[in-house]
């Protein structure tokens, strides 16, 4: 028996099947609105799950119109994944029954390890579980899988009160099922998209290094975005974000940088740095890039869905606002990027090509009398210049730039392999011309401050 | 002549006229929509100027249902502001025209000091007419003012474009008029409220001092928000700014901290840091508190539309996502706020009040099950500990907290001295509770950055 669990073991070592299911369980599921089982059959069905989902809960005949199966075994086809939203302890033994049932399980219930002597001791007997049968686990106390690709949705908050983000090409990792799901929220309600968002809770078994292996080699995947309270296996993190940093960008923020509990005890002070700087060589080591906070990860995503690299830290700046442009500047050289002046060359062609009430420099500053064409050929001139990346903080108060520019702006963008950033802070009109530019794929930035980390962003990123 | 000139412009240092006119004339009126006058006078209409408005050029006979004059002496009536939006030249012209018919002018027109020799000879014609006559100018090359209390607006940008924020506690000067502009539009879509707002551009006679001795004694101002490029006159500043302070909070964000026009000279770098330095120094010997961007200047001025002051830098951070709240924990302690633990007797209070399944702590973490009343049974029993402000971090996917909870933290929160800031990052339905809280009163932050971020403001400011 040994040999077959050894066997059985080795063929899920791989996660793929949570992030490809054909047929998915779902054990304690419930009619009653509002219950966790309830919202994930509703977001299943919601989301357009094209499997099979098989309701289980001896009490239903059926339920939202699914056939409704007393025990996981009556069902006949193979099934990937179970979704476990039960009690710690009947959680627990629904695992140990429906083991060699599934490949693998989402235990989105709460109860374990976070909860102390007790919940540590359920813990340890799902890994035990998971080390004899070879079913994979993930949580528990966990949202588990939004997925826009295998239209998977576990998350048990309602679409009412947190937004689904439509499709894109970043893939989030979060073991804090709130911080996933708030992050979703707003992604959903800025138009940025998502390809696979993650909550693996406690990690009893799936773990971040588990993701980031997946991860590598989603096709779905353009980028990975990694929110870590912390690892439980530092050398095997290293080696899967490192293979992962060789095929695309991963970015990371660290939270719970002191020893929970000893806040108070400010003497630690220098013990705490010391564990938060283990994982920023980590970080440094496998290719991470480090981000600071939850504005860093909400950049890293909008930016991550068009650019994946600059090639240095050139940045131009073009501008109608004077004085946001010098605040772009002055953000710019504070976070390292480099905002050279411009060539003697350049600046006669571009004196020769705007008006002469422009300011041509580095920001080039267009004013308030720009028109949609100044833009452009500021743009085209200045990066010819060798710049590695273009911020153009468009303004909308001055009268003569049109809704025009975005289509103009688009084309510009494809004649170039420079990644442009615009920034355009301001209230109900302008966020209306933000999203149209986002509609069209250009990355919109609301503060200078947001443009400016995104282009740090990109420039750590090593080109792949 | 002299003496009556002398006499004249002391009775003129003054500038609170410009904040509270009786009458405006506009200087070059056109009927043209578009035009800049013709947007100033529609804007002086729109906010509801309850005083008279002479619209002035001999082309017409009136203007917009209102008589329009030859020139500015068939005017019978007194005439506090004049409002010129001519090109550089004839704005020259009419100032000396005007000099001795009205207590001040708003230049809005470019061309001046911004463009070079020429300009700048033109911008010295200015003050030498200011030092003769006593008129006070504001600009040129400015937006003017946009005031709540007294119903000015001189921002020439529509109002389709540009919103205009309702009245409010702030107060902002800002030498870059666009910055004004972006920053008004967009706490006008937030229901960020403002007392004044000032944008004097080149300050060819009213500066960044005089708006701030201005508003020292103003009493619809609370708070006041400084955007500052260059200072002509630091003395001046330092004593006017210390004077302000000794009222009532001053914050500033300085921006082109590196010499313009020297970027591509690395060289010069310490030199550049050396300018910026003094400014820093200045900041800080007039207990201005420095602001680093546009982030950071749109946070103080939502906080200062509530709170003043804290007492101290100790946090009680109150969450319901624990990842959120761990977040806000690491933001206090790298900005240098205290998130202390809380006492034995305060953690005994509150895990006998809170469901078991909360964590007492710092954060208090209440979890996804977390109802209206855990909140506020947190926030009664954490304050009882001395702190000095409270962070709570409110996520809405937990499906038991209502739109009751902001009467309730209302209510709490008038019962209380400390300030009380709402950190809730999220997408529509999120930002729907919020601006029921920010209509309440209640400041509300989108993200645990912005949240901590006036926190750290709060806590720069002196006690006044």
Known sequence: MSQKLMVKKKTTKDISFFFNPKAIAIIGASPTPGKLS???????????????????????????GLKC?????????????????????????????????VKGAIIVSAGFKETGENGKKLE????????????????????GIYDTVSKVDTFFVPKERVGRPMRGGISIISQSGSFAATIMDELASEGI????????????????????????????????????????????????????????????????????????????????????????AAFKKAGVTEI?????LKDACRIFNIYSSAKGKKVLIITDGGGIGVRIADACESSGLDVVGI???????????????????????????????DYITALEEGLKDGFDIAIMAILWGPPHITEGLVDKLKEAAQRHNTPIIVCSPGG??????????????????????????????????KTV
Do not use: Q
């Open 124 to 143: 340890w007997e799902i890994r035990e579980i998971v080390k004899k049968s070879g079913i994979r686990i993930m949580g528990p106390n966990c949202m």
């Open 69 to 101: 199966y007393r025990a996981i075994h009556e069902i006949k086809n193979d099934i990937d994944i179970a979704i476990i939203a039960l009690p710690a302890l009947p959680a627990l033994e629904t695992i140990k029954e429906i083991a060699h049932k």
């Open 38 to 64: 309830s919202v994930i059959l509703e977001s299943l069905k919601r989301i357009g799950f094209p499997g099979d989902i098989y309701p289980v809960n001896p009490k239903y005949a059926s339920i939202n």
């Open 343 to 373: 060539s003697k060359s350049a600046r006669n062609r571009l004196s020769s090509k705007l008006p002469s009430f422009c300011a041509v420099g580095n920001p080039i500053d267009l004013t308030g009398s720009v028109t949609d064409e």
């Open 193 to 280: 998209g998502v390809s696979r968002v993650i909550s693996y809770g406690n990690g009893a078994d799936v773990d971040e290094s588990d993701c980031l292996e997946f991860l590598k080699d989603d096709e779905a995947t353009n980028a990975v975005a990694l929110f870590i309270e912390s690892v439980n296996d530092g050398r095997k993190f290293v080696e899967a974000a490192s293979r992962c940093t060789r095929k695309k960008p991963v970015v990371a923020v660290k939270v719970g940088r002191r020893d929970a509990g000893v806040s108070a005890a400010k003497s630690h002070t220098g013990a705490m740095t010391g564990r938060y700087e283990i994982y920023r």
């Open 428 to 461: 109900e009109f302008t966020k209306r011309m933000s999203r149209i530019f986002a509609g069209k794929g250009i990355p919109v930035f609301s503060s200078p401050e947001s443009a400016v980390r995104a282009a740090v962003i990109l420039t750590c990123i």
């Open 292 to 296: 600071d906070g939850y504005e860093g």
